[in-house]
């Protein structure tokens, strides 16, 4: 499976955006995939997981109520979309891939996507 994550760029403070994650490859729906982001001279951190199916959810706190994680298996693409964006956000936005059983996230990621910048002004 290879990721292609898309959809960055300059917004201004409390706008929105929409990332996307292209997957190539065989066994998308297989997948449990999520987002994590790194903002510059930090470490990369979690932001939101969903499950192979699409059923479950998982953010981390800075997410919760401003962004949400969908996927289309018929597209091989999952989404993150952002919204009242604020200057803490910008980072790059790297999407992922794991197999996972019975739960939404284990973090033992089988593969990354190259990352797409957010950028937010205040």
């Known amino acids: 499976v290879q990721l292609q994550a898309s959809g960055g760029g300059l917004v201004q403070a409390g706008g929105s955006l929409r990332l996307s994650c292209a997957a190539s490859g065989r066994f998308f729906s297989r997948y449990a995939m999520g987002w994590f982001r790194q903002a510059p001279g930090k470490e990369r951190e979690f932001v939101a997981a969903?499950?192979?199916?699409?059923?479950?959810?998982d953010y981390a706190d800075s997410a919760k109520g401003r962004f949400t994680i969908s996927r289309d298996n018929a597209k091989s693409t999952l989404y993150l979309q952002m919204n009242s964006l604020a200057p803490e956000d910008t980072a790059d936005y790297y999407c992922y891939a794991e197999i996972v059983v019975g739960n939404t996230k284990n973090f033992g990621v089988d593969f990354w996507g190259k990352g797409t910048l957010v950028t937010v002004s205040s």
């Open positions: 969903i499950s192979s199916g699409g059923v479950t959810t």
